[in-house]
């Protein structure tokens, strides 16, 4: 959908196209900024309560779908993953990022067992 790459158009992906296999195999990572974290967050946060309105209503009974709920290893993923929709790239995305040093990985599991050191090297976004 247009409207939803247009949303996320701020998004600079992470990809070496050289040697995609080793980031996607923690070979290296990408260093992210807080504020590049938060508005991925948000926006996601955002295009769920306008395009995925049947997920809101999943939280009914917590008083409504809070932003805290969107992150890389909420039960939100598995929504917006089984409802086959175009949301769950960028909910993949924020699953791959440290939310604590900000690093993106090839994989979410490299983002929940991150150090938050330089265990596996960084590398500036191309």
């Known amino acids: 959908m247009k409207k939803i790459l247009k949303l996320f158009s701020f998004w600079?992906?992470?990809?070496?196209?050289?040697?995609n296999y080793n980031f996607e195999n923690g070979g290296y990572c990408?260093?992210?900024?807080?504020?590049e974290y938060n508005q991925l967050?948000?926006?996601l946060f955002s295009a769920i309560q306008q395009y995925e309105?049947?997920?809101c209503k999943q939280y009914k009974d917590k008083g409504g779908l809070k932003r805290?709920?969107?992150n890389g290893q909420s039960f939100v993923?598995?929504?917006?993953g089984d409802g086959d929709s175009?949301?769950?790239?960028y909910w993949c995305i924020l699953g791959r990022i440290c939310?604590?040093?900000?690093?993106?990985?090839?994989q979410a599991y490299y983002a929940i067992n991150c150090c938050c050191d330089d265990t596996i090297p960084v590398r500036k976004l191309i």
């Open 12 to 19: 600079k992906e992470a990809k070496n196209e050289k040697d």
């Open 30 to 35: 990408f260093q992210r900024t807080k504020e």
């Open 41 to 43: 967050g948000d926006t």
């Open 53 to 55: 309105k049947w997920i």
């Open 68 to 70: 805290e709920y969107i």
């Open 77 to 80: 993923g598995r929504y917006l």
């Open 86 to 89: 175009e949301l769950n790239t």
């Open 99 to 106: 939310p604590k040093c900000f690093r993106e990985y090839g």
